[in-house]
C-alpha cells in the first residue's frame, strides 16, 4: 500500500493526498446514512493525473484490491460516491479541476472541468448572456461532474430535460487510464456508439469524467411564477396538458405539492406564507421563460390561467408580482425537503410514473399505505411536468420515529416500489442507484436490461476498479 | 442452409420468406452503390418472431456463417441496411410490424413498431393533436426503427433534437435473442446505464429495435417561414445567434443555402421561383413555430427581420404570405440534392462542425478544394442551426464526371474529412456510418473511443451475428 501512495503522491503531489485527519467530508454521505473508511483521498489537478491515478491503481489492485470511487460535491442522495468500509478505495476528488474552459457564444457551448460548482456554472453562464438551466437544490455545492455522473434532474427539467440531454461532449479517463478527448461541441455527430450517454449516469462505475461541453441557452427576456390551487391530482395533469398547449416551450416550471407537505412547511417556516393551500388537495407551482418581456409572459399566465379556470381544473391562483415573490414562492416548494426534516424521520422516494397514470398511482398508493401502515403520513411533492414525484413517508405523528422507520421503512419501500412496477415507472427517477438501490435493481428491472448493464460493465472495467458496488454487480 | 430456411418459414410463415425472384428492393441501397445478394429476406410480424428469428440464426451461425440486417424503409445513406455479396445474410425487414400501439396523451407519447413509416407516424401524431416533429426528406417511405437506428437527423433538429432525443424507450431484440421490453414513456429513470441510446444510432449491429416509445409535442398554433439573403456565412451566423435570442424555442429552421446549390434548382426546376438567390452569396431559410396565432409569429419575425437588417447580417428577405407559400420556400431546399442529381455525379458529405467555426471551415475548405482540384464547384447547403452542412461537390463543368469521381473521389474526402477534423467536426452528422465510413473510422476518430466501441460490439454481440462489417469491426 505504501509503494501505491507513494506513487500517488508523486503523481498529484503530496499535498494534495489525504490519508489522516478528519476526512469525513469525504467519506459520509450527504445524508449520513453511509460512513466510510477511505485508503486515500486524492485529488488531481487534470485529466493526465487522474489517468496517471487509475494506471497506479489498476496495476496494483491484484495485490491490494484496490479500487476508485470518483466524488465531486458528495451531494449525493444514493451513496455513490464515498468509499465502503474496506479501507481499500482511494476517493478521487475532482473539486480542483474547476476551471470553466471555454464559452463559445455563436455555438452555444461551455466547455467546463468535473470539479465546477453546479452555481458557479449558471453564474458563468448568466455573466456571458446565457442560461446554463439546469438548476436543483445542492446547486450550491454540487459539481457539473457529479451532475454527469448521476445525470442529475431538478426544477427545469420539463422544458431543458435532465443533465444528460444538456451535454454535448466529455472527457473521461476509461478504467485502463487512457483519456477519451470526446469534448466535442457537435449537435450531431453519428459516427458510432453513444459512449457519451453510456458514461453520463454510470456513477462513475464504468470511467471518470473530467470534463464536459455542456450546451447553453439565450438568456429569456422574462420569468414568471405562478401558483395554482387543483382540486385535484387529475386537475393537476390536465392544467399541465393546458400548460404545454398554451405555453409551448415558454413553460420552464411544474412543480406539485400536496396539502400535506405544504402544511409541514407553513407549519415549521411560517414566515414563508405559503400561499392558499388549505383550499385544495394539491397547490402547483408554475413557471414560464419568455423571449419577449415580462408583460408577454404575464399575458399569456393570465390567458392560461383563465382558461384553466373556465375548465374548472384550477380553482385559485396568484402571479407573482416580482422576482422578489417569484422566488418566494420557489423557495416554499424547496423548504419541503427542509420542513420534512424538522418534522422528524421519513422515508424518502424518488420515483417516475407516466404522466397519464400518476391520479391512479397516487389514489392506489396513498390508500394502501394508509391501509397497511396506519397513522402514515404522505408527503407528496415533484415534478409532475417530468412525472417525477418525490412520494415520501413522514412516521406518524404518534410513536417513535425511529422505531417506525426501523421496523417499516422496508415494508413501505417494498409497497411504493411495487406500486411503481405495476404502473410501469422507475423507483429511481432522477437521484440514481448508488449503493442504497442496487441490491434492489434485481427486483424491478429486467433482466435482460441488466444483462447487457453487466456484459457493459465487465467489458469496460473487466477488473472493477471502478467504483464498485454501485449501479451494478459483474 | 435448407433447414435454417424451413426453420425460418415455420417462425413467420412461408409467404413472409423471400428467397427468390427480384429482391433488389431490399438488396440494393437507396442510391444504388451496394448490389448485395441475401440469404433470404424475412418479414417477421412481432417482436416474438424477431427473437425467433434471431435465435434460429444464431443456431446456425456455426456451420453456416449466417448474419442479420435489419432493414426498414431501405432510404439509408450509408449503406448500412443491405445484405453484402455473400449471400449469407439474413435481411430482416421489419415493414409488416408498422402498428401504432398507443397515443398517450396526458404524457405527450406514442409506442410505436419499427416498421411505421415516418410520415404516417407524423400524421396519426396530427390527427390526435399532436406534432411529431422528426422531419426528412425520405419521410415517405423511411421508417421509424431505421430512424432510431441511424439517429436520423432532418430539418428540425436545432428546435427537438435528433431521433435520439424524440426517444424515451425501446424495445429491443438482442443478439441472443431475447426480448428487452424498455418501452418506458418515462421522462426521468435513473436506474442503470443507458441502454436506450447506446442501441439508438448503432445501425443494428448491437440488437433489433422493434418497437418505440416516442415524445409527442402539442401542435403549434401556427408556423411561418422566411427566406433571407445574406452577405456571407459569417452574416449567418450572426443570424442564427439573432434568431435564437429572439425567438427561443420558437426557431424551429434553420437552413443555409449557398448560391451556386440554388443555381442549380433554378437551372432544372426553374418553376420553383428561386427567390433573391443571384443578389448574396447565401440563403437562409428560418421557420418559427408558435403557440399564440399567425399574427404573433409574423410580428415576431418582422422584428428579427428588422434588427437583423440593422445590424447588416441581412441584406433583403420575405415572409411568406401562406402555408402553401412557405411549403414552396421548404421545396426549393429539399430540391437541392434533386437538382444535383440533375446536373450530374457528385460526391456527397455529411458534416458538422461547432457553429462558430464554420464560416472559417467553409473558407479555408473552399480555398483548399478549388487549389487542388480545378474545376470543382461547390454545392453547400444544410442544417446551419445545428452546425450540420451537406458540404457537397460537383464534377467540374467540362469533362465527363464519371471519370472525375473515379479519378478524384477519394482526393475530395480526404481534403473535405481532414478539414473538419481540424475543425474539430464529425465526418457523419446524421447520415452514420454503414458500410460507407467504416474503415474511414479509424482514420478520423478517436483509438481510444473505437476500442470502447470494440469492448461493447463484443460484449453485446460476441459472435457478431448482427450486421457485420457495418459501424465497428470486433
Redesign the interface.
Known amino acids: 500500500m505504501n509503494t501505491l501512495l507513494d506513487t500517488l503522491r508523486h503523481i498529484v503531489g503530496a499535498a494534495h493526498v489525504f490519508t489522516d485527519g478528519d476526512l469525513s467530508a469525504f467519506t459520509r454521505d450527504w445524508r449520513k446514512r453511509a460512513h466510510g473508511k477511505a485508503l486515500a483521498v486524492v485529488r488531481p489537478a487534470n485529466a493526465e493525473e487522474v489517468a496517471a491515478i487509475v494506471k497506479a491503481c489498476a496495476g496494483h489492485q491484484p495485490a491490494t484490491g484496490v479500487s476508485i470511487v470518483a466524488q465531486g460535491g458528495n451531494t449525493g442522495l444514493a451513496v455513490g460516491s464515498v468509499p465502503d468500509g474496506s479501507g481499500t478505495q482511494i476517493v478521487l476528488s475532482l473539486t480542483r479541476m474547476n476551471a470553466v474552459r471555454a464559452i463559445?457564444?455563436?455555438?452555444?457551448?461551455m466547455t467546463v472541468e468535473a470539479g465546477c460548482i453546479l452555481q458557479n456554472l449558471q453564474e458563468t453562464a448568466e455573466e456571458a448572456g446565457f442560461l446554463f438551466p439546469l438548476s436543483l437544490a445542492a446547486e450550491g455545492s454540487c459539481t457539473i461532474g457529479g451532475n454527469l455522473g448521476?445525470?442529475a434532474?431538478g426544477t427545469q427539467?420539463v422544458?431543458y430535460?435532465?443533465t444528460?440531454?444538456l451535454c454535448l461532449g466529455l472527457e473521461v479517463v476509461?478504467a485502463q487510464g487512457?483519456?477519451?478527448?470526446?469534448l466535442?461541441?457537435?449537435?450531431?455527430?453519428?459516427?458510432?456508439?453513444?459512449?457519451r450517454?453510456?458514461f453520463?449516469?454510470?456513477e462513475g462505475t464504468?470511467g471518470i469524467i473530467t470534463a464536459a461541453t455542456m450546451k447553453l441557452?439565450?438568456l429569456?427576456a422574462a420569468q414568471l411564477t405562478a401558483w395554482a390551487t387543483v382540486p385535484s391530482m387529475e386537475a393537476a395533469?390536465t392544467l399541465?396538458?393546458l400548460a404545454?398547449?398554451?405555453?409551448?416551450?415558454?413553460l420552464t416550471g411544474f412543480e406539485v405539492m400536496g396539502q400535506f407537505a405544504l402544511s409541514l412547511v407553513d407549519r415549521h417556516f411560517a414566515q414563508l406564507r405559503v400561499p392558499l393551500f388549505q383550499s385544495a388537495p394539491y397547490c402547483v407551482l408554475l413557471e414560464i421563460?419568455?423571449?419577449?418581456s415580462e408583460a408577454h409572459a404575464r399575458g399569456?399566465f393570465e390567458r392560461l390561467l383563465e382558461l384553466a379556470m373556465e375548465d374548472g381544473c384550477v380553482s385559485d391562483a396568484v402571479v407573482a408580482e416580482s422576482l422578489n415573490q417569484a422566488r418566494q414562492l420557489w423557495h416554499i416548494r424547496e423548504s419541503i425537503p427542509l420542513a420534512q426534516a424538522e418534522e422528524g424521520l421519513n422515508i424518502k422516494h424518488d420515483i417516475?410514473?407516466?404522466?397519464?397514470?400518476i391520479p391512479d398511482f397516487v389514489a392506489e398508493t396513498d390508500a394502501l399505505l394508509q391501509h397497511q401502515i396506519p397513522g402514515v403520513r404522505l408527503v407528496n411533492f415533484g415534478?409532475l411536468g417530468?412525472?417525477?414525484l418525490h412520494y415520501n413517508v413522514q412516521a406518524p405523528e404518534e410513536g417513535d420515529a425511529a422505531t417506525f422507520l426501523r421496523e417499516q421503512e422496508d415494508r413501505v419501500n417494498a409497497l411504493v416500489f411495487d406500486a411503481v412496477t405495476r404502473f410501469?415507472?422507475?423507483?429511481?427517477?432522477?437521484?440514481?442507484?448508488g449503493s442504497l438501490?442496487i441490491d434492489k435493481?434485481p427486483h424491478?428491472?429486467?433482466p435482460?436490461?441488466?444483462?447487457?448493464?453487466r456484459?457493459?460493465?465487465?467489458?469496460?472495467d473487466p477488473h472493477n476498479l471502478m467504483n464498485p458496488g454501485r449501479?451494478?454487480r459483474p
Do not use: C, F
Open positions: 463559445d457564444n455563436a455555438n452555444l457551448t448521476t445525470n434532474g427539467v422544458r430535460g435532465n444528460r440531454d476509461t487512457e483519456i477519451w478527448h470526446g466535442s461541441g457537435l449537435r450531431k455527430d453519428n459516427t458510432g456508439y453513444d459512449l450517454n453510456l453520463i449516469g454510470s464504468l441557452y439565450p429569456p395533469v399541465l396538458g404545454h398547449r398554451h405555453l409551448g416551450a415558454g421563460s419568455d423571449h419577449e399569456l417516475s410514473i407516466p404522466v397519464s397514470r415534478h417530468d412525472g417525477n410501469h415507472g422507475s423507483i429511481s427517477a432522477e437521484h440514481g442507484v438501490k435493481l424491478y428491472k429486467s435482460v436490461a441488466l444483462g447487457m448493464m456484459a457493459i460493465k465487465q467489458a469496460l449501479v451494478v
